[in-house]
């Protein structure tokens, strides 16, 4: 028996402790926010909140989750009333197919919780491991600024110039 808890509440579980996490909130818990992508921690699709962290919730065993507390992206809100972020994210349109869009909200989550306000490159730094194959980055990096506050970046005071070359 594995014992979690998931969005605050506590939750035992008869399942093999090396099951990944992602299936338990899935099939166990029926917590369908978080995605199954790449299944190597490489894509973000799954990403969650693990005691205040963003993690890879396809590479955790649950038995390594502990008592730490696991939030999803149901712990935000509903789509009848979600929350700022997710708000944030319906805004600016930064969904084209949604597929990855429950794990860029959990990783914005958990950066704007620890840093209300990141710098840029914090940001972007931050966000940089979750994928989106669809290219919404830019709308997904505006939702997160505007949650926090934060000015659009300036263009570099600098040209582009391009080598013929090329």
Known sequence: MI??????????????????????????????????????????????????????????????????????????????????????????????????IAGMIMRAQALLERNPKPTERELRTHMEPNLCRCGTHLRILAAVRQVAGLPDPQPADAPVTISKGL
Not at 37 to 62: E, N, R
């Open 3 to 100: 014992t979690l808890t998931v969005n605050g509440a506590r939750h035992t579980l008869d399942i093999d402790p090396s099951t990944p996490l992602l299936y338990a909130l899935r099939n166990d818990l029926h917590l369908h926010g978080a995605k199954f992508g790449c299944g190597l921690g490489q894509c973000g699709a799954c990403t969650v909140i693990v005691d205040d962290k963003p993690m890879f919730s396809c590479l955790i065993p649950v038995s390594a989750v502990g008592a730490r507390s696991v939030r999803t992206i149901e712990s935000l809100g509903t789509a009848e009333r979600p929350g700022k972020l997710q708000q944030a994210f319906i805004d600016h349109q930064a969904a084209q197919c949604g597929y990855c």
